[in-house]
């Protein structure tokens, strides 16, 4: 049974993507998990958004990293505000691409008594080596899935620490399902837009999805419920 429904980007067939207003929208259509992504801005605050760059007149395609908060524009949420506006009570998945973005979305999320509930994902598990308390997922590429040493990749995967593999739902096989569960690890894939595809990834028995259209990924994981 799939146990984790992820609205990617806070469930963008719906709305702007990354905004408070569609995460709330997810929440309120029944997701149970949103995803999005995180860069630290200059003063250091954990900005969500996909490329984590300035796009705003004179400070266009400038890295986050390099422009304060106070500089970007008022739409683009911190992960603070979103837990003021939504609460805690749901999954989220946060896509990393440092371990100093990692360490400061796990410290935001522990000052909101959510880390439980966090899961930080990046394509190299060293990233995370410094987490304690959120859950940990790695993002493999389709040449790793079709590869013959996956095995070893997954291997080093759950070594490192990490619950899960994340990849593209349909680079997942069945024996491939089975290998992950095999040595401990979930099976998450994302881009599962349509509904064969989300019923696909239930019958795969992945254990998490991450969808732009919440209300197909909620219908399809309810009806894989038992009663």
Same mark, same amino acid.
């Given at each position: 049974?799939?146990?984790?429904?992820?609205?990617?980007?806070?469930?963008?067939?719906?709305?702007?993507? &990354?905004?408070?207003?569609?995460?709330?929208?997810?929440?309120?259509?029944?997701?149970?998990?949103?995803?999005?992504?995180?860069?630290?801005?200059?003063?250091?605050?954990?900005?969500?958004?996909?490329?984590?760059?300035?796009?705003?007149?004179?400070?266009?395609?400038?890295?986050?990293?390099?422009?304060?908060?106070?500089?970007?524009?008022?739409?683009?949420?911190?992960?603070?505000?979103?837990?003021?506006a939504c609460g805690t009570d749901f999954d989220l998945a946060i896509d990393v691409?440092?371990?100093?973005?990692?360490?400061?979305?796990?410290?935001?999320?522990?000052?909101?008594?959510?880390?439980?509930?966090?899961?930080?994902?990046?394509?190299?598990?060293?990233?995370?080596?410094?987490?304690?308390?959120?859950?940990?997922?790695?993002?493999?590429?389709?040449?790793?899935?079709?590869?013959?040493?996956?095995?070893?990749?997954?291997?080093?995967?759950?070594?490192?620490?990490?619950?899960?593999? &994340?990849?593209?739902?349909?680079?997942?096989?069945?024996?491939?399902?089975?290998?992950?569960?095999?040595?401990?690890?979930?099976?998450?894939?994302?881009?599962?837009?349509?509904?064969?595809?989300?019923?696909?990834?239930?019958?795969?028995?992945?254990?998490?999805?991450?969808?732009?259209?919440?209300?197909?990924?909620?219908?399809?994981?309810?009806?894989?419920?038992?009663?």
């Amino acid at each position: 049974m799939t146990t984790y429904g992820f609205a990617h980007r806070g469930g963008s067939a719906h709305g702007p993507d &990354n905004r408070i207003e569609t995460f709330a929208t997810a929440l309120e259509r029944g997701a149970q998990g949103l995803e999005t992504d995180a860069w630290l801005t200059a003063d250091g605050e954990v900005v969500l958004d996909h490329d984590g760059v300035h796009r705003v007149a004179a400070l266009r395609r400038i890295p986050m990293s390099r422009v304060r908060r106070d500089q970007l524009p008022p739409h683009l949420p911190t992960l603070p505000e979103l837990y003021a506006a939504c609460g805690t009570d749901f999954d989220l998945a946060i896509d990393v691409k440092s371990a100093a973005i990692a360490m400061a979305v796990e410290a935001v999320a522990v000052r909101h008594d959510a880390a439980d509930r966090l899961w930080l994902v990046t394509p190299h598990s060293a990233l995370l080596a410094g987490v304690r308390r959120a859950r940990r997922a790695v993002t493999v590429k389709g040449v790793t899935m079709r590869s013959p040493r996956r095995g070893v990749a997954f291997r080093a995967i759950r070594d490192g620490g990490a619950e899960a593999v &994340n990849t593209r739902w349909g680079w997942w096989r069945p024996a491939l399902v089975s290998q992950a569960h095999d040595l401990g690890l979930l099976a998450f894939g994302y881009d599962a837009q349509r509904m064969t595809s989300l019923r696909r990834c239930v019958e795969l028995g992945l254990d998490g999805v991450f969808s732009d259209h919440v209300d197909r990924m909620v219908e399809a994981l309810r009806a894989a419920t038992p009663p």
